[in-house]
């Protein structure tokens, strides 16, 4: 069982910035992949960034540029670092964590990002 704790949420104007970390803990294989998901209200919950621990990484188009994935393989930590946010961007974001053959998800933080 593997259980994901995130953090960095908030508030913030459009063009702002915002970092989101989501810690892991339990049994975790060495081979793993970390992202983020976000849902926004009246839509599907969707991929925003992933990272392999090999550091292969992948954005959704409507982030490139603006967003950036990171880890720590020691601590078991993926990061977001979000700049030149958009009020299109508001949205719960998930952390998640594909884990051997299951995948497994944080509770969720709210960014609002204001025009």
């Known amino acids: 069982q593997v259980q994901l704790v995130e953090s960095g949420g908030g508030l913030v104007q459009a063009g702002g910035s915002l970092r989101l970390s989501c810690s892991a803990s339990g049994f975790i294989y060495i081979d793993n992949t970390m992202g983020w998901y976000r849902q926004a209200p009246g839509k599907q919950r969707e991929l925003v960034a992933t990272?392999?621990?090999?550091?292969?990484?992948n954005y959704a188009d409507s982030v490139k540029g603006r967003f950036t994935i990171s880890r720590s393989n020691v601590k078991n930590t993926v990061f977001l670092q979000m700049n030149s946010l958009k009020p299109e961007d508001t949205a719960v974001y998930y952390c998640?964590?594909?884990?051997?053959?299951?995948?497994?998800w944080g509770q969720g933080t709210q960014v609002t990002v204001s025009s």
């Open positions: 998640c964590m594909q884990n051997g053959r299951s995948n497994y």
């Open positions: 990272i392999t621990s090999g550091g292969s990484t």
